[in-house]
């Protein structure tokens, strides 16, 4: 089977990184985006590049200076306080381990790198028909052939359900993220430090994360039902704080500070795929990222596995020209997220718990000692 047309769903990092390598190779891919332009919403906060899967990925798209010159390894820090304002770790050591870099950032090289014309923003794709041994990708009155199409499309793929039957379920937490300028917000910025400090109590945390161009991102994390979860996802602002005062009362005052000064971006219930996530192999199609494997944020991984994916789809692509490469791939890449859904997982339980704040210590001294 021919793979010349491919349709990449969703230009997120994984599915940008993908269409990068595959033009390296003198492939033209489409990435068909539901988003009318790069700045339609905000694009998260920052994240942190492992040497061996997402820095090795801008290395292969020939992207590591780029990322290097934007990538802040400074801001690696950690901090750990409880509820009562204790700050019970603090390390501060900069490496070229992790270097952070915000996801909007890492999204603008990516954009950057491409043939212009490879991103067809405002495609929202609502169908995906096998067809002519190909498939008709459309929506909104619009709709075209390709040879293969690559669900790249995040948590809520409209790719994935053509290969599995699974849902992401929700995880028991729900972050409510703020928006801080450290300008505005100097108590925020000297309790952050260098990087990023997490507050855990009683089943909740706090966390507020230095990002670039002088702001930081913080979350309040509660357990919350899921039909509350999006109770709160339809308040107000005003309101959703004021259920915070009430989770965190008794807490430090420098630390409920964040709740009561934060400028209110979010309600974001976390949710996740089922561990060992995976599907029959089907030609012409695969998935990459989120779309394959979501998980909660506590293991770190996600951008780092979703251009990982990108790299070994890109080299399976080239090996053959049929799909039978691609059965190789799924495997390598639905065992390797397994591992880290594990720990995101295990991290999640571990946070948002009676004893999270000694759970969250005894791995920031495991990872001193490592
Ligand atoms: C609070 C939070 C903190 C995080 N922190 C980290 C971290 O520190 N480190 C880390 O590695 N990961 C982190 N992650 C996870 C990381 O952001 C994701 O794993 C990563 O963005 C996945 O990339 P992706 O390209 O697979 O999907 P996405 O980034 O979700 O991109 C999917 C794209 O598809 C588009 N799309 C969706 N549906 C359609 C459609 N029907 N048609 C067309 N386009 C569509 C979307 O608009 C989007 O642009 C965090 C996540 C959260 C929520």
């Known amino acids: 089977m021919a793979t010349q047309r491919i349709a990449i769903i969703g230009g997120g990092p994984g599915g940008l990184m993908l ?9 033209c891919p489409v990435v068909l985006e539901r988003d009318r332009h790069a700045e339609e919403r905000p694009q998260g906060g920052s994240l942190d590049m492992h040497s061996e899967t997402g820095q090795y990925a801008m290395e292969r798209a020939g992207l590591r200076e780029a990322f290097m010159a934007a990538a802040r390894p400074e801001d690696q820090g950690d901090r750990l306080y409880n509820a009562e304002g204790e700050l019970l770790f603090d390390r501060n050591e900069p490496t070229d381990d992790r270097p952070e870099i915000d996801r909007s950032v ?28 190909g498939f008709v990708v459309g929506g909104d009155g619009w709709s075209e052939q390709f040879d293969a199409v690559v669900g790249a499309d995040g948590a809520w793929s409209v790719v994935r359900p053509l290969l599995s039957d699974a849902l992401p379920l929700y995880e028991g937490v729900t972050l409510v993220e703020l928006g801080f300028d450290v300008s505005r917000h100097p108590r925020v910025s000297k309790l952050t430090g260098n990087g990023k400090m ?32 999006k109770e709160w996802g339809s308040w107000s602002g005003e309101n959703v704080r004021q259920a915070l005062r009430d989770v965190f009362a008794g807490w430090a005052p420098e630390l409920q500070d964040v709740i009561e000064t934060g400028d209110f971006i979010g309600v974001r219930p976390l949710y996740a795929l089922p561990i060992e996530h995976s599907w029959k192999n089907q030609a012409g199609l695969t998935l990459l990222g989120d779309a394959a494997h979501l998980m909660s944020p506590f293991s770190g991984e996600g951008v ?12 399976a692509l080239a090996s053959t020209d049929d799909w ?3 059965s190789r791939y799924e495997r390598t890449m639905c065992a390797r997220a397994t591992v880290a ?14 004893s999270g704040v000694e759970h969250v210590l005894e791995h920031y001294r495991a990872r001193v000692h490592a």
Do not use: C
């Open 19 to 27: 269409a990068r390598l595959l033009q390296r190779q003198g492939k």
């Open 341 to 354: 859904a594990e720990g995101a997982a295990q991290g999640l339980r571990s946070v948002f718990s009676s």
């Open 304 to 315: 780092n596995l979703a251009l990982a994916d990108a790299v070994e789809l890109a080299d």
């Open 106 to 133: 890492l999204r603008q090289i990516l954009l950057n790198s491409l043939t212009p014309g490879t991103v067809l923003w405002g495609r929202r794709i609502t169908r995906i028909a096998p067809e002519k041994g």
């Open 324 to 326: 039978s490469s691609i």
């Open 198 to 229: 997490l507050a855990v109590g009683d089943n909740r945390a706090l966390i507020t994360q230095r990002n670039g161009d002088g702001h930081i991102r913080g979350y309040a994390g509660v357990r919350l039902a899921e039909s509350m979860a």
